[in-house]
């Protein structure tokens, strides 16, 4: 059982990390050190941090005594995130309600939370003879159905869309959309999209302002263990700092496996790259999408934003992604580690995310992006996170895996992390997220393969102008 006065070390300081610092300093734990590779934080390249802004925007940190006081401005945060409760699986159903009831709090969370309700889609699926709208169990259809089933359930205020002009008239008038044929559809109007940098920004203040010591720019080297009991006792840093700790809580997203690959953590993480695109648009073309719900296809994974502050729409694919291996383990590819086109994304996946525009958007297709992104998560093979003490090691522990739906439980997920770690957390739960877990399945939200990331595939600048469909 670790004491209140354990010194509490935790490496990364992304949605897992600073959400389990928060809650744990809300239990009364007072010693507790926030380490992060970036010497800017948010971190710029980091799962959340999906939509490119200069560096101008940060802060290098060089004396934590003054972190609070260096953080950018909350105004300048303005990552989005599809806060949705449209799960198959009735736990993350019912924590994402949670979530939201925390979410809606604008003394605590500002404008960082909007409910512009979420239109899941999917494949129309054979009829049950008892219930039109009952989940099946064909492949393709089972998340979409799944999720409406648990939404309904769950007292969420949803809307069957039963046909395609049912799915057209959620959209503002004069929003020319795609046909929606032949697709099951539902409103979610209980979610919505969220400003992650933003939510990060105002949890890392209230972490620093509970006593924590945050420190940016510490990149772990590797785990310091007792020669005797092989448990972990600290870290060790490239800098040549090193940090003691009764318990170290590894936090490190999509880093994580490449971080620490004497773990052999192969069987439980994998960093992924899913492709972002952006489209710039003027102010009064955003004005015309600004009342759109967010959209997300479960059959192809993709999701469109309406336009944030700056007038950009954001879309992406949630797939098996794109894998990047450096000495046999796949590792993130960002604008941090390589400056020069870091950001670029594969042809095939700008390709693929032209046209799934144009399924929700045909105007929009026409338009050149303006940015791309290679988004990396930690994947489980099943979707489900590791949150989870390492098997022999009494003092090391992984909040990690997030699989790409993750940060929407930013103001709860932290609570599981902590229940854990005093051995409150609900044996069920214990099992779901351990790290050495058998897995029943694949991630039943993803679609194909995983594929290679090839260098001399990435798109350029030419290939950001629109094609015509043909």
Known sequence: MTATTDRILV??????????????????YRNITLLDRSPELPAPDAASNDINRSTS??????DPATYASLLPPISMVVWLIVVRSSYPDKFYCDLTREAISLWRNKAEWGDAYHESGVVVLGPRSPISSNDQHSPTNDEDSYYAYGSYTNDLASGANVQLL????????????GIRTAAFEGQFAYLNKDGGWAFAGKGLQIMLRHVVELGATVLPGKQVK??????????TTGVDCYDGSKYEADLVIV???????SAFPDLHLDESCLATGQCVSMIQLTAEEAAKYQDCPVVLDFKSGFYVFPPNEDNIVKMAIHSAG???????????RTSSSDPENGSAIPKAGLNELREQIRQVYPDLAEKPFSATRLCWYNDSPDGDWVISKYPGDEGLVFATAGSGHAFKFLPIIGSIVADLIEDKLAAPLVSKFAINRPTAGPDRSRQGQTRKLEI???CSAVDLAPTRAS
Do not use: M
């Open 322 to 332: 794109w894998v990047h291996p450096i000495n046999g383990i796949s590792t993130p």
């Open 57 to 62: 925007n940060y802060v290098a940190l060089v």
């Open 11 to 28: 490496v990364g300081c992304g949605c897992f990390g600073v959400s389990t610092a928060y809650h744990l300093l809300k239990r009364g």
């Open 251 to 257: 936090a490190t997203g999509s880093w994580t496996p």
């Open 162 to 173: 039963e046909s395609s002009d049912a799915i057209r008239s959620v959209f503002p008038e």
């Open 456 to 458: 001399d595939q990435l």
């Open 222 to 231: 590797g785990l310091v263990r007792d020669g005797s009991s092989g448990r």
